[in-house]
């Protein structure tokens, strides 16, 4: 990997200077909690556009809330040292932007209740994360971790223990991916990703309190589907056996973009083939991504000054 530049301690610096701990809390305990954010590269433009920054840096902000963290800046310094940092690195590329904050001391037991809160921010070019177009998905024999236990939508570092062994399962039994449920048996999510169906054309995705990650690219796709499709979105508790007979099943998220899920189970989804509600949102959502689309220009944040 190349020796990029990255956000340390209020600096930036190149990533073979920062020195982290062996005894550090977030490396023995996951003390921690994180976001990933894009950043589209427009060829045509010359410019690259980081997608929802700002609400990125404020769900940070209520992870290290929850977790008893104190975010030691405020959500419009992250985002300017966000910007500051693609530049330094002048990426020319889609980027994958990893912010962390955690508990960096080295005091042996695994307590919350220390000053040592620190954010560390990353960056590297990521393509297409998904590598395939349609998704051949399993329900996974790993529960979703609950809002009781180890709060899923903090984003905890943690948390991806559970999400790491849901994804082995799948690849090891031969799906793409991994759908898990939550403890009372509704659908939950991906291991990374959220999860939508469209039911007598009504879009429908598990609501907040069935211990999701409320993922913004989520909130994209809901709000796409609403003001330019004209659809009724609706949030609630969804069974498994619901996606079987759905017209159509696909994920959301930051590195997953907009994917559909042509089989679930074993059992194909309608035809088998990317819905028509799917193809529609994928595209409105790039074109917002890219910086396309005037109505939702607020959601791209340039990086170079033209
Ligand atoms: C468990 C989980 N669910 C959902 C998502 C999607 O969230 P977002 O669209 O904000 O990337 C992610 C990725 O961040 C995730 O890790």
Redesign the pocket.
């Known amino acids: 990997m190349q020796d990029t530049y990255v956000f340390y301690q209020g600096k930036i610096v190149k990533e073979s200077e920062v020195q982290i701990s062996i005894r550090s809390k977030a490396f023995n305990y996951g003390l921690g909690c994180f976001?990933?954010i894009r950043a589209y590269w427009d060829e045509e433009a010359q410019q690259l556009y980081v997608f929802r920054l700002k609400e990125?840096f404020e769900?940070l902000q209520e992870s290290c809330k929850a977790l008893y963290m104190n975010l030691p800046y405020t959500v419009e310094e992250l985002c300017q040292w966000t910007v500051e940092l693609l530049r330094k690195n002048n990426f020319k590329t889609t980027v994958y932007i990893r912010p962390v904050a955690f508990k960096g001391s080295d005091h042996l037991f695994p307590t919350l209740f220390d000053d040592d809160n620190r954010v560390l921010i990353y960056c590297q070019p990521m393509g297409k994360f998904a590598g395939k177009d349609a998704f051949r998905a399993a329900i996974s024999s790993w529960r979703r971790i609950s809002d009781t236990m180890l709060p899923?939508r903090t984003?905890a570092t943690a948390?991806?223990l559970n999400?790491a062994l849901a994804s082995l399962e799948a690849l090891q039994n031969g799906y793409d991916e991994a759908i898990l449920l939550t403890k009372d048996g509704y659908v939950c999510?991906?291991?990374?990703?959220?999860i939508f169906l469209v039911k007598k054309g009504k879009l429908v995705t598990p609501s907040p309190a069935d211990d999701?990650?409320?993922?913004?690219?989520?909130?994209?796709v809901m709000t796409l589907a609403k003001e330019e499709l004209g659809m009724e979105v609706v949030e609630r508790s969804v069974g498994r056996t619901e996606l079987y007979s759905a017209q159509e099943v696909f994920f959301?998220?930051?590195?997953?973009e907009v994917t559909a899920v042509v089989e679930v189970d074993n059992r194909k989804i309608a035809d088998g083939q990317s819905g028509e509600v799917c193809k529609k949102i994928k595209e409105l959502f790039f074109d917002v991504a890219l910086g396309k689309n005037p109505k939702y220009a607020h959601y791209c944040t340039p990086v170079y000054e033209k």
């Open positions: 976001e990933g990125h769900r899923p984003k948390a991806y999400s999510e991906g291991p990374g990703e959220n999701i990650l409320e993922g913004i690219t989520r909130d994209t959301s998220g930051t590195a997953m």
